[in-house]
């Protein structure tokens, strides 16, 4: 029994993925407040605006889902009309409807459209049950594969006559959808600390890569490029660069094969002006057989830098205390996490399993009872299956406080371990 239980539910480790904290929060009970009022107050009584995400199902199922009306809604299940609210659901939003939904194998997409009113506007939308059934809505669209969260469109005067569906680019859905995706020129120009964290006051931020060198030999790795404001450049915690300037850098490193930590730590004095820096690539840096990869995989974001900050000069955590994910980086106010070049998106992490690295009174008990039979039977891979579970669960522990706190993201990771 012990070791079916283990083959049914085999490790897994938490998988990050970027959110952007322009769209939707979640409340309490762990459901969108889709609120539309906030998102669209230039819209008009009569106009519409949908509210499109998408749900990973394992098998063909039914899930129970919780709404209340802000405004008239219908919701579409893979294309298909599940729902239309009636004047008191609409008049009460206090009142909460259950909606059982089907869902089929694989990506599910989930529709709700929206009539602006003059007393309302949105719903609360998400699982009936966040004790037992958490779910997180994955952003649909061919455009921001692997980000959470919701999409929604421009106000339009008429519904649409095709319904958008997952795998369709934004454009092909003939609407405009936010939060924004993109920077603008002139952010693209300011440099990727000024666009991510603004330049505002004297302040000190880092990015954290992994260097992968892929091929042995005698001839250096060159790290070259530029940066605006002060930089420092470490490989594996030790400083090959620095200057207090902006200017041009070129570092020449000993091949390595294998994989290194690169941190840059930027800082900026004035207020104002660009800030950043831009490292070349292999080819035009003049030296091939390395490459750079993300530190931690982030599902929705193909940038190879994650970034952290901002900290009062002084008072930054050491270089060598960034390179982790289990943390919250003490920022002398709320904390900080990181963040990845794309506007007001934040990392997070999500365990994305019925049961490994999770914890609730079954599951403790469940845990109780491999532990005992693991030291009953002399069964070390029992122990150290729990041991490891529990090592998992208890590891974001700092970070799930400081989200449920809502201090930048609104949604907490807590829901996710419950």
Same mark, same amino acid.
């Given at each position: 029994?012990?070791?079916?239980?283990?083959?049914?539910?085999?490790?897994?480790?938490?998988?990050?993925?970027?959110?952007?904290?322009?769209?939707?929060?979640?409340?309490?009970?762990?459901?969108?407040?889709?609120?539309?009022?906030?998102?669209?107050?230039?819209?008009?009584?009569?106009?519409?605006?949908?509210?499109?995400?998408?749900?990973?199902?394992?098998?063909?199922?039914?899930?129970?889902?919780?709404?209340?009306?802000?405004?008239?809604?219908?919701?579409?299940?893979?294309?298909?009309?599940?729902?239309?609210?009636?004047?008191?659901?609409?008049?009460?939003?206090?009142?909460?409807?259950?909606?059982?939904?089907?869902?089929?194998?694989?990506?599910?997409?989930?529709?709700?459209?929206?009539?602006?009113?003059?007393?309302?506007?949105?719903?609360?939308?998400?699982?009936?049950?966040?004790?037992?059934?958490?779910?997180?809505?994955?952003?649909?669209?061919?455009?921001?594969?692997?980000?959470?969260?919701?999409?929604?469109?421009?106000?339009?005067?008429?519904?649409?006559? =095709?319904?958008? /569906?997952?795998?369709? @680019? $934004?454009?092909?859905?003939?609407?405009?959808?936010?939060? %924004?995706? +993109?920077? *603008?020129?002139?952010?693209?120009?300011?440099? =990727?600390?000024? /666009?991510?964290?603004? @330049? $505002?006051?004297?302040?000190?931020?880092?990015?954290?890569? %992994?260097? +992968?060198? *892929?091929?042995?030999?005698?001839?250096?790795?060159?790290?070259?490029?530029?940066?605006?404001?002060?930089?420092?450049?470490?490989?594996?915690?030790?400083?090959?660069?620095?200057?207090?300037?902006?200017?041009?850098?070129?570092?020449?490193?000993?091949?390595?094969?294998?994989?290194?930590?690169?941190?840059?730590?930027?800082?900026?004095?004035?207020?104002?002006?660009?800030?950043?820096?831009?490292?070349?690539?292999?080819?035009?840096?003049?030296?091939?057989?390395?490459?750079?990869?993300?530190?931690?995989?982030?599902?929705?974001?193909?940038?190879?830098?994650?970034?952290?900050?901002?900290?009062?000069?002084?008072?930054?955590?050491?270089?060598?205390?960034?390179?982790?994910?289990?943390?919250?980086?003490?920022?002398?106010?709320?904390?900080?996490?990181?963040?990845?070049?794309?506007?007001?998106?934040?990392?997070?992490?999500?365990?994305?399993?019925?049961?490994?690295?999770?914890?609730?009174?079954?599951?403790?008990?469940?845990?109780?009872?491999?532990?005992?039979?693991?030291?009953?039977?002399?069964?070390?891979?029992?122990?150290?299956?729990?041991?490891?579970?529990?090592?998992?669960?208890?590891?974001?522990?700092?970070?799930?406080?400081?989200?449920?706190?809502?201090?930048?993201?609104?949604?907490?990771?807590?829901?996710?371990?419950?």
């Amino acid at each position: 029994m012990a070791q079916r239980y283990i083959g049914d539910h085999p490790k897994h480790s938490f998988l990050f993925r970027a959110y952007h904290q322009g769209g939707f929060r979640r409340l309490g009970d762990y459901r969108y407040d889709l609120n539309l009022h906030e998102k669209c107050a230039e819209v008009r009584a009569g106009q519409y605006v949908y509210v499109w995400g998408k749900l990973w199902s394992e098998q063909n199922a039914t899930l129970n889902t919780g709404l209340n009306c802000y405004s008239p809604v219908t919701i579409y299940v893979n294309g298909e009309e599940v729902f239309k609210s009636e004047l008191l659901q609409e008049l009460f939003p206090e009142r909460r409807t259950q909606i059982p939904i089907s869902v089929h194998y694989g990506w599910n997409d989930v529709l709700l459209c929206f009539v602006k009113t003059e007393v309302g506007f949105g719903g609360i939308y998400g699982t009936a049950s966040f004790k037992n059934f958490p779910l997180h809505f994955l952003t649909p669209g061919a455009d921001r594969q692997g980000q959470e969260g919701w999409l929604y469109s421009e106000p339009i005067d008429e519904p649409v006559l =095709s319904l958008p /569906r997952d795998g369709m @680019t $934004e454009e092909e859905t003939g609407l405009a959808w936010y939060p %924004r995706r +993109d920077w *603008t020129d002139e952010e693209q120009s300011a440099g =990727s600390f000024a /666009r991510i964290f603004g @330049t $505002e006051q004297p302040a000190v931020a880092y990015a954290w890569s %992994r260097m +992968d060198v *892929t091929l042995p030999g005698s001839t250096p790795v060159i790290l070259k490029g530029r940066h605006d404001g002060a930089l420092t450049l470490y490989v594996d915690g030790t400083e090959v660069y620095s200057a207090g300037d902006s200017g041009n850098f070129h570092v020449e490193l000993p091949r390595r094969y294998g994989s290194s930590d690169l941190v840059a730590k930027g800082e900026i004095q004035a207020v104002g002006g660009s800030w950043g820096f831009t490292l070349e690539d292999a080819e035009r840096s003049g030296s091939t057989g390395w490459r750079l990869k993300p530190p931690h995989p982030v599902a929705g974001c193909s940038d190879p830098w994650l970034y952290t900050g901002v900290f009062a000069p002084g008072a930054e955590p050491s270089h060598a205390d960034i390179v982790r994910t289990d943390t919250v980086f003490d920022n002398g106010a709320q904390g900080v996490y990181w963040r990845v070049d794309l506007p007001d998106t934040h990392v997070r992490p999500y365990l994305e399993n019925t049961h490994y690295g999770k914890w609730n009174y079954p599951l403790g008990v469940t845990l109780l009872g491999l532990l005992q039979t693991g030291q009953e039977l002399g069964r070390d891979d029992y122990i150290q299956y729990v041991r490891q579970h529990i090592e998992l669960s208890t590891s974001f522990d700092r970070y799930g406080l400081w989200d449920r706190e809502g201090t930048v993201r609104q949604e907490s990771i807590i829901s996710c371990l419950r």
